[in-house]
């Protein structure tokens, strides 16, 4: 079990207490935005994110061009912050003609580099007719794609591989839109083709709460000695729109089905003016992370407002004290 430490801001070396909050956004914010690209979008958010051999932090964002079709572009960076190298062109294109569930677009990539595979798994959202699927591709390089197709028919999307596999079998995080409702499911595969074994792991409360009837998984989940943390999304309908803000769940780490904790409030949300402005007001969603060379520090890379990439910094110790102190066992599910 990790040892519970006084938490610091990794920018002003500041201790944070338990009134503060749990990420703190970085003040180059907003990172990346149109502007920043090297061909013309209307908008760049939403990445997938990994920390490369190499030591660079690669973003693969969502790039929606000025049709309002989206594709996929890759941005690296020594530092993780600033002096970004963007491909000059689309990382990743759509290719409606052999793959029919992309024609209009691809979404909001998550990146799990898996070392049984040496290489990176992208699980990403096709969109077409149907609605929004899950589709995977392996890749080495990001530069050329092994695509795998739908492996998650419609509706569903935010969805991300775990890096090894669960019981001999590999384990994909989703959520699929049922009769039952915007959930977070698990299922299980033993080729990353044919799925089954689909269990919900994670339901969305009902009634008033931030996180009632739509929720759904953000960056991959962090392997930690208690378990896999995951932060999540919850949707909150308003009278003026909606707002996405951010939770924290605790999964076990043999049996990922299985919620250990939950937090019973959001830890972040949409606060500053290019997070409650922009394409889509009042969202804070993010598809990926690294993680410091000390083990804890929280790199956090979040879609403000479907408008731009922004960064916030946080620490696994500090999300695990937090869910020790907001978790109620009585509202781990239904609510």
């Known amino acids: 079990m990790l040892e519970i430490i006084p938490v ?3 920018q002003t070396n500041a201790v944070l207490h338990d009134d503060e909050p ?31 051999a190499d030591g660079d932090t690669l973003l693969l964002c969502r790039v929606e061009d000025k049709r309002g079709l989206s594709h996929l572009c890759a941005a690296r960076s020594s530092n993780g912050v600033d002096g970004w190298r963007i491909d000059p062109q689309p990382t990743m294109m759509a ?19 898996v070392p049984e595979l040496a290489q990176y798994a992208v699980a990403y959202t096709s969109f077409a007719r149907g609605g929004p699927g899950v589709s995977l591709a392996l890749t080495k390089d990001f530069k050329s ?19 090894r596999k669960i019981g001999g079998r590999w384990a994909l995080i989703h959520r699929p839109v049922t009769t039952l409702g915007a959930h977070i499911w698990i299922s299980y595969s033993p080729d990353l083709q044919h799925w089954g074994s689909h269990k919900i792991i994670l339901e969305a409360r009902r009634g008033g709460w931030w996180d009632a009837n739509k929720i759904g998984l953000c960056s991959p989940p962090i392997e930690t000695d208690r378990g896999w943390l995951a932060i999540y999304h919850g949707v909150r309908n308003t009278a003026s729109g909606s707002i996405y803000r951010l939770g924290l769940a605790l999964f076990d780490l043999d049996k990922p089905d299985i919620c250990l904790q939950r937090g019973d409030s959001w830890m972040f949300g949409p606060e500053a003016p290019y997070e409650r402005g922009g394409d889509v007001n009042d969202v804070v969603f993010p ?36 869910l020790d102190k907001h978790s109620d066992p009585a509202t781990q599910a239904t609510a």
């Not at 703190?24 to 490369?52: C, D, E, Q, T």
């Not at 990926?288 to 407002?305: F, M, P, R, S």
């Open 8 to 10: 610091v801001d990794s």
């Open 22 to 52: 749990l990420f703190v956004r970085h003040m180059a914010n907003p990172i990346l935005s149109r502007h920043h690209w090297p061909y013309p979008i209307n908008s760049v958010f939403n990445a997938g994110v990994v920390k490369l």
């Open 95 to 113: 290719m409606p003609l052999q793959y029919p569930e992309e024609l209009w677009g691809i979404e909001d990539p998550r990146i799990t580099y």
């Open 145 to 163: 794609f092994e695509r795998f197709g739908v492996i998650m028919p419609p509706e569903d999307k935010d969805a991300a591989l775990l890096p």
């Open 287 to 322: 598809c990926g992370q690294t993680i410091g060379t000390d083990g804890d520090t929280i790199h956090l890379y979040y879609g403000a407002g479907d408008s731009c990439m922004a960064l916030a910094t946080g620490s696994i110790r500090a999300c695990l004290r937090w």
